[in-house]
């Protein structure tokens, strides 16, 4: 018996449609997955079932939910929620109360669901947490970790239903694994019906029984996740699934370049705030690390969250200062924050959320402008001439320059965040999770480009991911980190194949299995 059956539903906003003439079944006890771009429905099909779609949308068609309408009344609604339905969502530092500990807030949950039978410590260990995370703050936790608790919290209810939407965008390779193993574990002990919203087709393959692949609104192609994700047929569903395999770019030989960045036994280290702080050694974020980089080389650092990537990166881009330490670009030596300033055009930063990395008052010409502001030197007539010639680059028009960032995909974004980055004209391109935010078919597209202006402008890449089949198919070079220090470097083809550190052995374990 079908568990949540959805007739012709339309969601129009102003009169456009969002979602158009959707129909789907979901059985009880399944893990169904919902795939597509951005913009596909897939969110908006998760609201409408758990009846939070927002006021300016008007839905048509029906939901029906264990056989029964859903209610029409909120406070019904609102009771159906809470009782049967649980929600994880995409990001937990944002879904979770920053001045509450983790146990109030699952304590919370179980109060609304009115659970006097369940407690907190049993559901976090349920999720694979020890108690003892009760008395943490969420700032206190890994993005794992929050994962978890956003876990147990759907729990709290003991819900016939959870819908993820998104859980593991944002996880490390072993921290998505196991996240993806603990739902389907859950789901299986429980009986429980799962929704799982993702733009991972290897996520969504591994996790659920039967797709649907959404287009535009509209439901392009639905059945048994093997034959709808590994035999295709329709040529959209193809074209997501080609975009999940990268081919590596051709070998080139960099040893007769000169070293454009030496990094000698740096060390980043942070003081323990707290009571009882002046006990315990400083948390060594970037432990002794040195390597080199050569001009045009693309090299790659990788690693779990939390083990130094960003801040080894921060400390580069003159963003933070050592400890202890010492950074060369093209000769000039530096700290950090010390980086003279007429070298700060030499390196530039792309962020990882091509959402939140532009200032939405700005236009996107004068968000592009910024960066110039280390070339003084630079006539009006020359400032000009490199913002039309940094977004061209990109492949977007110089007419866009008089937009602001609302009006553009999240493609385009980062497409422009790149122009901004290379508006300087610079040496070293410091690139944090470049594509981890983008859907499939926009990564290569954006992977693409990176490769492009690379030969283009003579760039030199470091290229911070937990994505490995990227990594693999862009770096000349890898370098593990874990915990502060680099623990294995080589080339993506000899390291991933044999792995010496169990860090590269668990990340190469991980690894969901190819769709073709």
Request: glycine share 8%; proline share 5%; aromatic share 4%.
């Given at each position: ?177 196991r996240v993806l193993n603990l739902i389907a574990e859950i789901c299986d002990r429980r009986q429980m019906t799962l929704i799982f919203i993702s ?318």
């Amino acid at each position: 018996m079908s568990l949540v059956e959805i007739e012709n539903l339309t969601i129009r906003f102003g009169g456009r449609p969002a979602l158009s003439g959707l129909s789907l079944e979901i059985a009880r006890g399944e893990r169904f997955g919902i795939v597509g771009e951005s913009g596909s429905g897939k969110s908006l099909t998760a609201l409408a079932i758990t009846g939070l779609l927002p006021d300016a949308a008007e839905a048509t068609g029906t939901i029906r939910f264990d056989g029964k309408l859903l209610p029409t009344d909120e406070r019904a609604m609102a009771a159906l929620r809470g009782h049967r339905i649980g929600i994880v969502f995409q990001e937990p530092m944002t879904a979770l109360n920053p001045l509450m500990r983790i146990g109030a807030q699952i304590d919370e949950a179980l109060d609304l669901a009115d659970s006097s039978t369940r407690e907190v410590a049993a559901l976090l260990q349920e999720v694979g947490l020890d108690s003892s995370h009760a008395i943490r703050f969420p700032h206190q936790l890994s993005g794992g970790q929050r994962q978890r608790v956003m876990i147990a919290m759907a729990l709290a209810s003991d819900p016939d239903l959870i819908i993820a939407d998104e859980p593991t965008s944002a996880l490390d390779v072993i921290t998505q694994r196991r996240v993806l193993n603990l739902i389907a574990e859950i789901c299986d002990r429980r009986q429980m019906t799962l929704i799982f919203i993702s733009h991972d087709m290897r996520a969504v393959a591994a996790l659920c029984n039967r797709v649907a692949v959404l287009k535009a609104g509209e439901l392009v192609e639905t059945g048994p996740t093997e034959d709808v994700l590994r035999r295709p047929k329709a040529a959209y569903t193809q074209a997501l699934v080609d975009a999940t395999q990268m081919a590596p770019r051709a070998n080139h030989d960099l040893s007769d370049q000169d070293l454009l960045l030496s990094v000698e036994g740096v060390t980043r280290a942070y003081s323990r705030n707290g009571l009882f702080s002046r006990r315990q050694p400083p948390l060594m974020a970037v432990n002794d690390v040195s390597f080199d980089v050569r001009r045009g080389e693309v090299l790659a650092l990788v690693g779990p969250s939390g083990c130094g990537k960003t801040t080894l990166a921060r400390v580069i881009a003159g963003l933070d200062s050592v400890t202890s330490g010492t950074m060369t670009i093209d000769g000039t030596p530096y700290h950090g924050a010390d980086l003279p300033r007429e070298k700060r055009g030499d390196i530039s930063l792309v962020f990882q959320d091509p959402f939140g990395s532009f200032n939405p008052r700005l236009t996107i010409g004068k968000s592009l402008a910024e960066p110039l502001r280390l070339l003084p030197k630079l006539s009006p007539l020359d400032r000009e001439q490199r913002l039309i010639e940094a977004i061209e680059s990109v492949g977007l028009d110089a007419s866009m320059l008089t937009r602001y960032p609302h009006e553009f995909s999240g493609g385009q974004r980062q497409r422009l965040a790149i122009a901004r980055a290379v508006v300087t004209r610079p040496r070293l391109v410091v690139l944090d999770e470049p594509v981890s935010a983008l859907d499939v078919s926009v990564r290569g597209a954006v992977l693409d480009l990176l490769a492009r202006l690379q030969s283009q402008f003579g760039l030199t890449y470091l290229i911070i991911s937990h994505d490995l089949d990227m990594v693999a198919a862009m770096a000349d070079r890898v370098m593990v980190m874990e915990a502060g220090r680099i623990v294995e470097a080589g080339s993506p083809k000899t390291l991933f194949a044999d792995p010496r550190h169990s860090l590269t052995k668990a990340l190469m374990a991980a690894r969901l299995p190819d769709l073709v």
